[in-house]
């Protein structure tokens, strides 16, 4: 207890907090300037996403019905669109992942974060680049020009990105830096860039030509901070979704509201995309952990105290 006390109290906590409010308040200004509107998040739903990578279980049962945490609100981002008059949406997204222990010594997994969840409806993935470098472009802007204290009381040097950020195909990362190639350019990078193309989940696009390639993506951190984005453009047609699912022995009667919607046609065709909060602050203040920058610490495998 009196460890989760002094984490509180840390002397740095006003410096990392004061930080957080710009970068969001940047977010918020921006999404706002943009037509971007804002809903509220959900926690409990019987359909999340199914996040093909180990993790525990995390649902309750109530009134007979099973309800998951959110792992991630990409499904109900879809939904949202569904609407003619709402095109473009975020949430700021509490999502629960109960990860392997093991991710503890990463310094970048919280096994609770928050993630600005974004969606647009009938956009492409380069619509959503242009659109990110604008947002981590003004995060930079008002965080340097709001908090020059509190980044020299964190000892942290910060220079605003050159626009467009740098755009790499993941295949020629690999060759360039093998396996671990996001962490070794993210060591090697001074402004943030993007990665294309990751075999991932079944709503990411996966191209019907090519059969192997995906029109999604990730923005990294530089300076060896890692992931900061994931996202891509998603699948729409029922025949699709379901060949991926069954790729993946996705238990689809988990999914079965979501596959009557897409069955009758009515999925939108988007592109969207989440970022981290908690790994955007770690970076801006350049803490070592990402526990030092939340008050109540999550680390996978780790006890809570509060
Ligand atoms: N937010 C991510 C996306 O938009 C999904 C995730 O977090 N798993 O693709």
Avoid at 168 to 196: C, M, N, T
Wanted: include cysteine; hydrophobic fraction near 35%.
């Amino acid at each position: 207890m009196q460890e989760a006390i002094s984490h509180i109290r840390s002397e740095k906590r006003k410096y990392i907090l004061r930080v957080q409010s710009a970068a969001l308040k940047s977010i918020h200004d921006y999404m706002y300037e943009n037509g971007v509107v804002q809903a509220m998040p959900i926690i409990l739903s019987p359909e999340t996403d199914p996040l093909n990578h180990p993790h525990f279980d995390a649902s309750v049962e109530y009134y007979g019905q099973k309800l998951h945490i959110t792992k991630s609100m990409i499904l109900h981002k879809q939904l949202s669109l569904l609407n003619d008059g709402v095109d473009k949406i975020y949430f700021m997204s509490p999502n629960v992942r109960l990860e392997d222990g093991k991710l503890r010594e990463s310094g970048r997994h919280l096994f609770e974060f928050t993630q600005v969840d974004i969606e647009f409806k009938e956009k492409t993935k380069e619509d959503f680049i242009k659109f990110t470098d604008g947002m981590i472009a003004e995060v930079y802007r008002r965080v340097l020009k709001d908090c020059p204290d509190d980044l020299a009381a964190l000892d942290r040097k910060l220079a605003a990105p050159k626009l467009p950020l740098k755009v790499y195909e993941s295949a020629d990362l690999q060759r360039q830096y093998g396996e671990h190639f996001e962490k070794v350019a993210s060591e090697a990078a001074k402004d943030p860039f993007w990665i294309l193309n990751y075999k991932r989940e079944f709503y990411d696009r996966e191209d019907k030509k090519t059969r192997g390639y995906y029109h999604n993506y990730d923005v990294v951190w530089p300076q060896g901070y890692g992931e900061a984005l994931s996202g891509g453009e998603r699948e729409w047609e029922h025949k699709e979704i379901l060949r991926k699912m069954n790729e993946r022995n996705t238990d689809m009667k988990a999914f079965e509201t979501y596959l009557g919607v897409s069955e009758q046609g009515l999925i939108p065709r988007t592109v969207g995309g989440g970022l981290g909060i908690e790994r955007m602050v770690r970076f801006l203040t350049g803490q070592k952990h990402i526990k030092d920058v939340t008050l109540f610490p999550r680390v996978p495998g780790e006890r809570i105290a509060f």
